[in-house]
């Protein structure tokens, strides 16, 4: 199996393309600094954010990303005691458009499209994923988020749906495409089940004992095809 086995390479954006960890622990700055509190770790928050965010898809699968970001920065307050208002859940709903890219990201991605097409699908609403857009340099062939689907990953809907669309309307079939993630709760485990074959972008260094920082953990490791630990590293290893 080798990198040039395939034409397509789909994407998660968030945590893969998007440093969304340190974009999520920036977006909770003014709830730590207007409680006072400095005993919040960046670790501890993340770890949280994970639990609560995956439990609020599941249970609002419909609910656009921004609006559910809403409602985990909520519940992150009530988790660790803290005090948060309407005004601030709000503006943690709206910072997805200030997380920012990881410094590989562009670079990568314009070397990779010169082999693959590029199609996104990820748990986002379509004007966040239009605003994180404009800092990956590329245009993507094809685009499908939460908010078009009707659900998050990992429910086996959002695959369902990006394999009949690029069916339908690219003539791409299973066997075509590689799934480039770095969640394996979010992306490896249904993109297994969904037959398709895997690159793990392991930015947290989870194959050598990282912790799950925003990533919701797995009981069971999926195997993947490729394992990099940047998208720098994978673009770099595609033949010329």
Not at 92 to 113: E, M, N, Q, Y
């Amino acid at each position: 199996m080798e990198l040039s086995d395939y034409s397509v390479l789909t994407f998660d954006c968030y945590g893969t393309l998007i440093d969304w960890e340190s974009g999520v622990w920036d977006a909770m700055q003014p709830l730590l600094q207007a409680s006072g509190r400095d005993d919040v770790t960046r670790a501890s928050a993340l770890a949280a954010f994970a639990g609560i965010e995956s439990a609020q898809q599941a249970q609002t699968p419909s609910l656009v990303y921004c609006q559910l970001l809403e409602r985990v920065h909520a519940q992150l307050a009530d988790r660790f005691s803290l005090q948060s208002d309407a005004g601030m859940d709000r503006a943690f709903g709206a910072s997805v458009p200030h997380w920012p890219a990881f410094p590989d990201t562009a670079d990568a991605l314009r070397i990779l499209k010169q082999h693959y097409k590029l199609v996104i699908v990820s748990n986002i609403d379509r004007a966040g994923f239009a605003a994180s857009n404009r800092k990956l340099g590329v245009a993507f062939d094809a685009v499908y988020t939460a908010q078009d689907i009707g659900s998050y990953k990992p429910d086996p809907r959002n695959f369902q749906y990006m394999l009949g669309h690029l069916a339908d309307d690219l003539g791409i079939s299973p066997g075509d495409i590689l799934h480039t993630a770095q969640s394996l709760f979010h992306d490896h485990a249904p993109a297994r089940d969904a037959g398709l074959a895997r690159a793990w972008i392991d930015r947290q260094g989870q194959s050598k004992g990282g912790d799950w920082g925003a990533t919701t953990p797995v009981a069971d490791r999926p195997d993947v095809d490729f394992l990099f630990a940047t998208l720098g590293a994978m673009a770099q290893a595609v033949p010329g």
